[in-house]
Nanobody, 119 residues
């Protein structure tokens, strides 16, 4: 029932911009922290950006000042605006939803969307 569907990935030139979207369903979106992770071939998955249910944000140092996470609770959608893209940003980007409860943590993942930055 729970679904996270990423979209908006593609091929862009260095210095270009891209906006990723993640459409959520099957859970109470507004009560979950939302995050974007990425994984490049041969590398570990890393946290890129996150936003708490209260709206607080944090970013990886490598993307700070270039990327921005936002959410629209009315649309059950989280976005990642990526500007000044670099080849090092090339990866599969994954959407994550997490809710912390006294009895445990709910943790959901999307299927990922490919971002390739190349000239």
């Amino acid at each position: 029932q729970v679904q996270l569907v990423e979209s908006g990935g593609g091929l862009v030139q260095p210095g270009g911009s891209l906006r990723l979207s993640c459409a959520a369903s099957g859970f109470t979106f507004s009560s979950y922290a939302m995050s974007w992770f990425r994984q490049a071939p041969g590398k570990e998955r890393e946290l890129v950006a996150s936003m708490s249910s209260g709206g607080g944000t944090n970013y990886a140092d490598s993307v700070k000042g270039r990327f921005a996470i936002s959410r629209d609770n009315a649309k059950n959608t989280v976005y990642l605006q990526m500007n000044s893209l670099k080849p090092e940003d090339t990866a599969v980007y994954y959407c994550n939803a997490r809710q912390f409860r006294a009895w445990g943590t709910n943790d959901y993942w999307g299927q990922g969307t490919q971002v390739t930055v190349s000239s």
